[in-house]
């Protein structure tokens, strides 16, 4: 039998969400948080925003204002759809391309958060770590993630990827 899959495929441009409800109840919470950052300086913020020019701080700055407002205006679109669809047990391509965007910001967030690099998951983490309830939320989403990225993948046309 194929792992539990909370996210998939329905038809084409169809997707069936059976989140559990304590699930879906956390998914509802942690829009909220970062929705009230996003127009913040907040340093979890920074792979969201990651500098343009990381050698040259003025560029940056210049491009940061050209471009910021647009990427938050785009992040809290996203965040709008997935907390009207959030009960819903069925969304469609435009409604999952939201969940995955928002799915995504969380873990970008999460993971900064938790100075999440690539050798973080070389060693097993204590059971006693202080960090281990928020790492565990941080596999979750990225389990999500890739549910989205494959139910969306399937409905692309052969020879796409």
């Known amino acids: 039998m194929d792992e539990e899959r909370f996210i998939r495929r329905r038809g084409a441009g169809s997707y069936a969400i059976d989140i559990p409800a304590s699930q879906r109840e956390l998914l509802r919470k942690l829009p909220l948080e970062l929705r ?3 127009d ?3 340093p979890s913020l920074l792979r969201l925003f990651p500098p343009a020019y990381p050698d040259d701080p003025e560029r940056s700055a ?3 204002s050209m471009v910021r407002a647009q990427l938050v205006s785009s992040r809290k679109h996203a965040l709008d759809i997935l ?3 959030i009960d819903a047990e069925q969304v469609d391509a435009e409604e999952l391309a939201a969940w995955l965007s928002v799915l995504n910001d969380l873990r970008l967030f999460l993971g900064t958060s938790l100075d999440v690099t690539e050798e ?3 060693e097993p983490m204590p059971g006693d770590d202080p960090a281990g309830q928020a790492m565990a939320l941080y596999l979750y989403l990225g389990w999500l993630e890739e549910q989205a990225v494959e139910a969306l993948a399937a409905d692309l046309p052969e020879g796409s990827d």
């Open 62 to 64: 210049e491009y940061d």
């Open 120 to 122: 973080t998951f070389d």
């Open 40 to 42: 913040s300086d907040h």
């Open 83 to 85: 907390e009207k669809t």
């Open 36 to 38: 009230s950052l996003l």
